[in-house]
């Protein structure tokens, strides 16, 4: 007998459905408290991300404030004990380009702010003078909010707790251009390694966002090379004319 695709189809979303409402019934560590704030959606409108456990609503308005109630006094992975204080994010809540870095450094835990040690002075000099925007004209933030002792790459449970964060400022700000910084935030956002000196200034896509992957300014530092200023500069223009 001939399969019927829109039955198969029916059969799927109907499973979907009650996956859907047992996990959201069970509650989650990993997804935030509140998230998604009322009104609730219709079944319909919830759309499951089965690689990061977040739940993207189509019809929310998510601010930032709601996210970082959500966020709050954050217990949910073995990076808190070791902050000065949660790095949320920074910038515009409306801002056209959104920027994710990797994790706060030592500057960044004592601020309270991301990119605002070594790599935050070039980055805001990319933005300002590269781009020619104020740094408050853009939002900027990273893949987890608490800095990793010693300034090492996040742990994969630091990144699976984060992850909804992220995934939910993005939500909020609705940019029309996302850069990812490095390798970790772009291989993170487009859900496959990359490598960075590769992906970079090619054109993806997050959730329909479009996304330039460039390198990160501690990268620049460390090679300060004129090719690789070059490269960041050409994708950032990308960015800028893209976000226009
Ligand atoms: N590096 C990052 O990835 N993020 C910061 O906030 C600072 C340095």
Not at 30 to 55: K, Q
Not at 108 to 120: K, S, Y
Request: hydrophobic letters at 35%.
């Amino acid at each position: 007998m001939k399969s019927d695709p829109l039955h198969e189809l029916r059969g799927v979303l109907a499973s979907s459905k009650v996956w859907l409402r047992e996990w959201i019934g069970e509650g989650s560590d990993v997804l935030p408290r509140h998230l998604p704030t009322a009104p609730r959606p219709s079944d319909d409108e919830l759309v499951p991300d089965r690689t990061t456990r977040s739940i993207v609503t189509a019809a929310e308005t998510l601010t930032l404030e709601a996210v970082r109630d959500d966020l709050g006094d954050c217990q949910r992975c073995g990076l808190c004990a070791g902050r000065t204080q949660i790095v949320f994010g920074d910038g515009n809540p409306d801002a056209k380009i959104l920027f994710v870095g990797e994790g706060p450094g030592e500057q960044e835990d004592l601020r309270g702010l991301p990119f605002v040690g070594r790599a935050g002075e070039l980055l805001t000099q990319m933005i300002e003078k590269g781009m020619g925007l104020s740094r408050s004209e853009v939002y900027i933030c990273n893949i987890v909010k608490c800095r990793p002792p010693g300034n090492r790459t996040p742990l994969p449970d630091e990144v699976a707790a984060c992850r909804p964060f992220l995934d939910a400022q993005i939500q909020a700000v609705k940019p029309r251009v996302i850069v990812t910084l490095g390798r970790p935030a772009a291989s993170l956002l487009l859900g496959e390694e990359v490598a960075i000196t590769r992906a970079r200034g090619t054109w993806r896509e997050y959730r329909g966002i479009p996304l330039m992957p460039t390198l990160h300014p501690a990268y620049v530092l460390r090679k300060y090379t004129a090719e690789n200023r070059r490269n960041v500069w050409t994708d950032l223009q990308a960015a800028l004319t893209r976000a226009r």
